[in-house]
Structure formats: structure tokens, C-alpha cells
């Protein structure tokens, strides 16, 4: 049905709806894709939960390192960490269970310089937890040098020892080599010592639990048996960067017996806590925790809170320990149980990425919603503008038809728009504008003189109109 004018009259305006979901979703659909992205990474980064169950090797049964590995196990076990005691003969075969990528081992002591020069990959030190001193007993005459003692029977250690490693290292600084015309027998601890006090051997090796402060006291006693004293400790050290020059004072043994009557000079390696770099780095801060109650106290040897200490030779420091050292447990694990703080710490890892994302994005949400309701408004802007340039033109009546079709198709469009209700106002200026084009065409279509004549001057404008003087009389205008 047509008006009286000829023209289809416009059908209903836009649905106007409370929200538009569509354009919505397409401004806040980029900021879920950024968001689901964070958290994708965030859970590949993110650390598992700590396992519940550690392997450590320690030594031979009874001796001080298990002994440690055992309390070690207890102090665990408050925080629900189970901890599988290994026995094993000593710090060489720790290193190599623990080198091993297809051993069942976590974590181990293992005694400095006993490595190759080359470090091995996928180990780490939590820190040096003790000194291992080295302590040699021997027959006959005073000795000096370790090169006087060429050509005897010497008891360096059991195979795997890191009492034999670090003896083969001394002796071969001086000149001795396994197959030469010293003998070097694979004895250790008790057996070493008894073998001296009946003659067996020249001189023997101690080391940990067999250069304890009793078994020194006891062989000091034994006639004929003097301890060597490291007058090169000092040079020793410099040699071998993973010794430390151990002075004992005199009397120290017993002050009654004044033991040692002159102070003595040793040598001495760390015991590292050697673990492999997949440790988690919770388990790391709570076995370097273990350690400082298990070593922290002091002795003859080590003053209080001395170990464990960040003092790496053979393996690098973990990064977890280095952060231990210098500022100690984070926050989340000093003020929560173990688990708790595992978990929080881990769900955190997730939870920043998506505060860091979705905090400034979700501010942009409604400028990038507004945006796109507008930008379906503006674009009609321009074709208008062109219309009216060409009713403003002189134009026939065809081309005038012609832009009041045009204008029909833009109502038309204009008029099936779906508008969210906040934007009724923009909508109705619009279709104010539309009006306001269309009575610019239509103004020649309604003289057909004019049209038909183009040159005749045209009517005037209400404002110009309203700029001429009035030619009535006053009294008329009255």
C-alpha cells in the first residue's frame, strides 16, 4: 500500500532489546580466547603437586650419614613425606645412583671430589651439610710428607668409598699410583684400624664415622701409632678447591690428657646433599630444613648454624636453594601447613596470568561494546551525506527520484536494525537526519515549475524569509 505521495510508507522501526548479546559476544569473545590462552600456558608452566614419596641414599647402615638420613626420614614425615632410607657403601656409589637417569634415587650425600672434572647433567646441590675430615694413622717414625709413605702397605678405603677416591687423589699428587710398589688395600673404618693396631698395614685413611673423635682418641693411645699432622694443609686446600684446612686445637681430645699436647692440622672435604634437578622445589626447601636440624648444631669440627651453607664444589647450586639461603621459606610456607601452601602456591601460578588479563581487558569491554552498537549507526552517515550533496546540486527530477530511492533503501535498512534500548536516542537522531535529507529532495518535487524551469529563481528558504523586511504596515502587523 502506498501513501499519498506515492511512496511505500516505511515499515516498523528497529526491535529495540535490553542487551545485544551478538555484539556482546564478539567484544568480550577476543578477551576469553586471550584469557583461555593465559591459563593454557599457566598449566604447562604450572609445577605438580610435590610428590609424596622420596628415595635418598645414604651410607652403610649405622654409620653418622645414615644415622642422619634416618632423622632426616622423621623430620619428613611431619609434613607427610614418606622417605626411603638406601644403604650403600659410601659417597661413590651415591653419585652413581643418583647419575643414573633410570635409578630410583632423589636425593643422596655425596662427598666433594670424587667427581669427574666434567660435571654431570641433572644433578644439583642443595648445599654442603657437613665436614669430612680426613685423618691418617701410621707406624714408625714421624712423617712429614704423604710421599715418605711410597713403598708401604697403606688401608685407603673400601671400593665405592669416598675415603678411597680422595686417598688415590692425595697419593697420586705425591707420586704414588695404584700399580706401583705401594700396596693399597680396600680396608676401611674398624677393620683399617684394627689392622694397623696388629701391624697389618703401615698406615691408614680415615674418614667419617672412622675419623670420629673417639676412634682418633683410641689410636692416639695405641704405642708405636702417631697421627699425621697436614703441615701443607694449607697448600692442600689451594690445590684442591674442595678441601678445607681443619685446625684442631691442642687438648681438644682431652683436656685432662692434654690430646693432642700440640695443635694439629687436617684436611677435610664437604658431604654435599646432592639431589637430581627434577626435585620439587617445595621437597627442596623442606630436606635443606631437615638439614639445618639435623647438622646445624655444633662439634669439634663445625660451629653452630655453620651447615648446611650454600658451598658448592663438584655441582652447581639449585636456584630453589640459592633463594633458601638468602631469604629463606616463602610466605605461603611459613604461614600454612605444607599441603596447603603447595596447592595455594600452584593454583596462583594460574589465578596472576588471569588477574594480569582479564582485570584490563574487562575495562575495555564496554567502550568495545558501545563501539560496535555506534559504528551499526554511523556508517549510514555517509551515504547521507552524499545524498544530500546531490540534493543541494542542481539535478533533474529523475536524478532527484533516483536519490529519493536511494534514501528508501538506507531507511530501509536503518528501519531493520536490532538497537539495545541505552541506544534508542542515537537510533532516533538518525531517522531524524534520514527525514531531514529526504525533505531537501523532496522540496524541488513538490514545484514541477521549478523543476521543469531549473533557472527560475527559487523559492526562498524559511530563513530567508525571515531575513527580509516586513512590507505590511504597522497596522496590519498589528
Do not use: C
Not at 238 to 267: C, E, S, W
Not at 319 to 346: E, M, N, Q, T
Amino acid at each position: 500500500m502506498k501513501s499519498a505521495n506515492g511512496r511505500t510508507p516505511p515499515r516498523l522501526v528497529a526491535r529495540f532489546v535490553a542487551i545485544s548479546w551478538r555484539d556482546l559476544a564478539v567484544s568480550f569473545g577476543p578477551i576469553l580466547l586471550i584469557a583461555a590462552a593465559a591459563i593454557w600456558i599457566a598449566v604447562r608452566l604450572i609445577q605438580p603437586a610435590p610428590p609424596s614419596t622420596l628415595t635418598m641414599t645414604a651410607g652403610p647402615q649405622g654409620s653418622s650419614f645414615w644415622n642422619a638420613a634416618q632423622k632426616y626420614k622423621a623430620i619428613l614425615a611431619r609434613n607427610g613425606i614418606t622417605l626411603n632410607v638406601l644403604t650403600s657403601e659410601g659417597s661413590a656409589q651415591n653419585l652413581q645412583r643418583l647419575a643414573d637417569p633410570h635409578g630410583n634415587v632423589d636425593v643422596g650425600f655425596v662427598q666433594d671430589g670424587i667427581t669427574a672434572t666434567q660435571p654431570i647433567d641433572g644433578l644439583m646441590s642443595l648445599g654442603s651439610v657437613a665436614y669430612v675430615p680426613l685423618a691418617i694413622f701410621y707406624h714408625g717414625p714421624t712423617v712429614t710428607r704423604l710421599s715418605e709413605f711410597k713403598g708401604q702397605r697403606l688401608a685407603i678405603g673400601a671400593e665405592g668409598s669416598g675415603t678411597r677416591e680422595l686417598a688415590l687423589a692425595l697419593l697420586k699428587a705425591n707420586g704414588i699410583e695404584p700399580d706401583g710398589s705401594t700396596k693399597l688395600l680396600p680396608l676401611s673404618g674398624d677393620e683399617a684400624a684394627q689392622a694397623l693396631t696388629e701391624g697389618k698395614v703401615d698406615a691408614a685413611f680415615l674418614t667419617g664415622d672412622s675419623a670420629q673423635p673417639p676412634v682418633m682418641v683410641k689410636l692416639t693411645h695405641t704405642p708405636n701409632i702417631q697421627f699425621y699432622n697436614f703441615t701443607q694443609a694449607e697448600a692442600y686446600g689451594r690445590r684442591f678447591p674442595y678441601l678445607t684446612p681443619i685446625h684442631i686445637p691442642m687438648g681438644a681430645f682431652d683436656f685432662g690428657k692434654n690430646l693432642p699436647a700440640q695443635p694439629l692440622q687436617m684436611v677435610a672435604p664437604t658431604e654435599e646433599l646432592v639431589a637430581r634437578t627434577s626435585l620439587h622445589p617445595a621437597l627442596s626447601d623442606l630436606l635443606i630444613e631437615a638439614a639445618r636440624e639435623v647438622h646445624g648444631k655444633a662439634n669439634l669440627l663445625q660451629h653452630a648454624g655453620e651447615f648446611p651453607a650454600p658451598l658448592a664444589h663438584d655441582f652447581p647450586i639449585s636456584d630453589d636453594a640459592a633463594r633458601y639461603y638468602k631469604s629463606g621459606k616463602s610466605f605461603l610456607y611459613r604461614v600454612l601447613p605444607f599441603w596447603i601452601a603447595s596447592l595455594v602456591d600452584r593454583l596462583l601460578v594460574v589465578v596472576v596470568p588471569l588477574v594480569v588479563v582479564l582485570i584490563p581487558a574487562l575495562r575495555l569491554v564496554p567502550s568495545l561494546y558501545a563501539w560496535r552498537v555506534k559504528s551499526r549507526i554511523y556508517r549510514w552517515y555517509g551515504a547521507l551525506i552524499a545524498i544530500e550533496r546531490g540534493a543541494l546540486s542542481e539535478t533533474s527530477a529523475e536524478e532527484r527520484q533516483a536519490l529519493i530511492e536511494r534514501l528508501d533503501a538506507i531507511e530501509e535498512s536503518v528501519n531493520g536494525l536490532k538497537m539495545p534500548l541505552a541506544y534508542a536516542d542515537q537510533f532516533y537522531v538518525l531517522r531524524e537526519h534520514i527525514g531531514f535529507v529526504r525533505a531537501r529532495l523532496t522540496q524541488g518535487l513538490d514545484h514541477p515549475h521549478d523543476a521543469a524551469h531549473p533557472h527560475a529563481p527559487a523559492a526562498a528558504s524559511p530563513a530567508d524569509e525571515a531575513g527580509k523586511p516586513s512590507t505590511a504596515s504597522p497596522h496590519e502587523t498589528a
